[in-house]
């Protein structure tokens, strides 16, 4: 009967990436854009939910990660795009360290509709209505990270069914008003900042 030697520790860094690895990516090259960030969150729920393919106890817990990687997805989209349309309207915008959601869409609302009236429909009530269902499961961040909140009260209760599939598929019509709303601020965006390019190389050109 063979042997089996115990395991023993390495001094390898948790940060290194071993020589001819293939798999390593560049943490901070790029900048450090929210955009990206809220991408790599929905991106990454949407991966593990596609791989799930089995019941149980296991499955379970994996999908409250998964929750959360949406919920952050949805807290960073609505930041970046904060940021944004205070940049559009020249009135930076100082986003709070708290993490409910409602106020976050409805501050992005009101500023978008002042933007321009035509930007409210019905699409976005539908927005509202989802966020404020995200929120009231999970207004600080809190209820996905952990079992009991600080006060050691248990955080989901009661027990709550909950379809990943179909929280996906529903998420996606919110996901639709965001990326709409995207595409229509940075559209906007790009032509204010090539206009305030240009009136910054006059005003060199001409110093």
């Given at each position: 009967m063979p042997i089996i030697e115990p395991r023993q520790p390495t001094d390898r860094k948790l940060f290194d990436v071993p020589g001819g690895s293939t798999r390593s990516f560049s943490l901070g090259a790029?900048?450090?854009?929210?955009h990206l960030y809220a991408g790599g969150y929905k991106l990454a729920a949407d991966r593990l939910v596609s791989q799930l393919t089995e019941h149980g106890t296991h499955t379970d817990y994996v999908c409250i990660p998964i929750l959360f990687l949406y919920r952050h997805y949805v807290e960073l989209y609505l930041k970046a795009l904060l940021r944004d349309v205070g940049e559009l309207l020249d009135?930076?915008?100082?986003?709070p360290l708290i993490h409910p959601l409602l106020p976050l869409w409805r501050r992005l609302r009101t500023r978008l509709v002042a933007f321009d009236p035509g930007n409210d429909s019905a699409w976005n009530d539908r927005a509202e209505a989802l966020v404020a269902e995200l929120d009231s499961m999970d207004a600080g961040s809190f209820t996905f990270r952990y079992p009991e909140d600080r006060e050691g009260t248990v955080t989901i209760k009661p027990a709550l069914a909950v379809d990943i599939f179909h929280f996906r598929d529903v998420l996606a019509e919110l996901e639709l008003v965001l990326n709409g709303a995207d595409g229509y601020v940075a559209e906007y965006l790009g032509v204010k900042r090539d206009h305030d390019d240009e009136v910054a190389d006059f005003s060199l050109y001409y110093a």
């Open positions: 790029r900048s450090q854009d929210w009135a930076s915008e100082e986003l």
